[in-house]
């Protein structure tokens, strides 16, 4: 008889980079990916406390940084910061950017006391800027009346 493994967890194999699959046969679901198996114990040394924030992310392992990236680059993108890879920016959207600058107030005030001082420096300072940077669009003349619009 053949000896049976003992099976300890998985192990995911990012494939990211690589040629994707053959497309699926018509009317047919595509066969998944087969996983690979990873010790149980490197799943539970990701997921230990006090290691998600400030270290170094591995692929897959989001950190509380990449939420806060996340949110960051949303309103930049919501206040025309940002240009697309044609060169051109997109439309001001301040709804959006003053969506993106409160939920990263939430998250500010709701983590309080929890982070490390890198992640509450780089939480601090980049709502400090987007909010300036959201004053400045609100307060800003309406495009096409301004200085050189008033002369007769």
Same mark, same amino acid.
């Given at each position: 008889?053949?000896?049976?493994?003992?099976?300890?967890?998985?192990?995911?194999?990012?494939?990211?980079?690589?040629?994707?699959?053959? *497309?699926?046969?018509?009317?047919?679901?595509?066969?998944?990916?087969?996983?690979?198996?990873?010790?149980?114990?490197?799943?539970?040394?990701?997921?230990?406390?006090?290691?998600?924030?400030?270290?170094? *992310?591995?692929?897959?392992?989001?950190?509380?940084?990449?939420?806060?990236? *996340?949110?960051?680059?949303?309103?930049?993108?919501?206040?025309?910061?940002?240009?697309?890879?044609?060169?051109?920016?997109?439309?001001?959207?301040?709804?959006?950017?003053?969506?993106?600058?409160?939920?990263?107030?939430?998250?500010?005030?709701?983590?309080?006391?929890?982070?490390?001082?890198?992640?509450?420096?780089?939480?601090?300072?980049?709502?400090?800027?987007?909010?300036?940077?959201?004053?400045?669009?609100?307060?800003?003349?309406?495009?096409?009346?301004?200085?050189?619009?008033?002369?007769?």
């Amino acid at each position: 008889m053949p000896e049976e493994k003992e099976d300890k967890g998985f192990k995911v194999i990012d494939r990211r980079g690589q040629e994707p699959p053959p *497309s699926p046969p018509p009317g047919g679901n595509p066969p998944s990916p087969p996983l690979e198996e990873k010790p149980a114990s490197a799943a539970a040394e990701s997921n230990a406390p006090g290691g998600a924030g400030s270290s170094p *992310s591995a692929l897959g392992v989001p950190r509380f940084l990449d939420l806060v990236q *996340s949110l960051q680059m949303g309103a930049m993108v919501g206040l025309g910061m940002l240009q697309g890879p044609d060169g051109k920016r997109p439309p001001v959207d301040l709804p959006a950017a003053k969506d993106a600058i409160d939920l990263l107030g939430i998250l500010q005030e709701k983590t309080k006391g929890n982070l490390t001082k890198e992640e509450e420096e780089i939480l601090r300072e980049g709502l400090y800027h987007l909010r300036m940077g959201y004053m400045a669009m609100i307060n800003a003349p309406p495009a096409g009346r301004g200085k050189e619009g008033d002369q007769r």
